[in-house]
């Protein structure tokens, strides 16, 4: 198993309540900062298809975003990372919560690397993973003349889409590179799917649970080993933190000179 640790910024109350919780959020991805990038991914991927099968897997994967919701959770490979801190984090007043790779198995969901560089390298290589995929819409295509029948051979095949979609949001545009984002994504259908309000919107999101409801909290250091306090985090959180009483969890504080 892999002993690598990826962090999620978040503010003090963000921090804490997924801790109390156990669990963390995923949104769809239409509501990330970037809503372009799987789009972008996507345009990129159609084009390399042959010209030939393309109409019909357009038409099955609109039809499958429709009735399905692909849901991200941002995480970093470092918790020293300054932007990070900024944005995500209330201008470094906040956290970083570093998950285990137990997190990612016991949550169930799927961990994807960001790809920065070789967008249109990287579609192409898809594009011979995904071929059967393509192969079979089309062929559903013509098969099933009713768009009904169609959609039905489409839910089927969702976990088939589900796989596409985990490659394709990878992509990320090359002015975030220092992010070194790590994506968290788990994909379901409407009817699974939660909602909250965010402001002005309406935000759908899923919950992974990634701690047994019926557990001690201080065992808890197995699925987040490390917490960070960000450079103007108010130094009181380190006991905050500590009386939650989560094992052997190393509690640190990014330091680099942010005032």
């Keep these: 198993m892999s002993n ?14 997924i801790i109390r919780s156990r669990r963390v959020w995923l949104t769809d991805y239409r509501f990330l900062n970037d809503k372009r990038e799987l789009k972008q991914g996507y345009t990129h991927f159609v084009a390399a298809l042959p010209e030939h099968l ?5 038409r099955a994967f609109l039809w499958h975003d429709q009735f399905n919701h692909h849901c991200v959770l941002s995480l970093s490979c470092s918790p020293k990372i300054l932007s990070q801190w900024r944005t995500y984090a209330d201008d470094a007043t906040g956290l970083a919560l570093g998950f285990s790779e137990t997190f990612l198995n016991f949550a169930k969901i799927q961990l994807v690397p960001c790809q920065y560089e070789s967008h249109e390298s ?9 071929l059967p995929l393509v192969e079979s819409s089309h062929q559903a295509r013509q098969k099933y003349v009713g768009e009904n ?20 949001i990878a992509l990320k545009n090359p002015a975030f590179i220092e992010e070194q984002e790590v994506r968290a994504i788990r994909c379901v259908d409407y009817k699974e799917v939660l909602t909250r309000v965010s402001g002005e919107l309406i935000v759908p999101y899923v ?25 103007k985090c108010n130094e009181l959180n380190m006991t905050g ?11 640190n504080r990014y330091d680099c000179g942010y005032v």
Excluded at 54 to 58: I, M, P
Excluded at 149 to 168: K, P
């Design 4 to 17: 690598a640790i990826y962090y999620h910024y978040t503010t003090v109350a963000g921090g804490h309540g």
């Design 54 to 58: 393309r109409a019909s897997f357009e």
């Design 122 to 130: 990287y579609a192409l290589s898809l594009v011979q993973k995904h």
């Design 149 to 168: 029948e169609f959609m039905g051979w489409i839910h089927e095949h969702r976990q088939n889409f589900y796989s596409l979609v985990e490659d394709l």
């Design 207 to 231: 919950e992974a649970n990634f701690w047994e409801d019926d557990e001690v909290f201080s065992y808890m250091s197995v699925v987040i080993p490390e917490i960070w306090l960000g450079p």
């Design 241 to 251: 933190v500590r009386a939650i009483n989560l094992g052997v969890c190393s509690i």
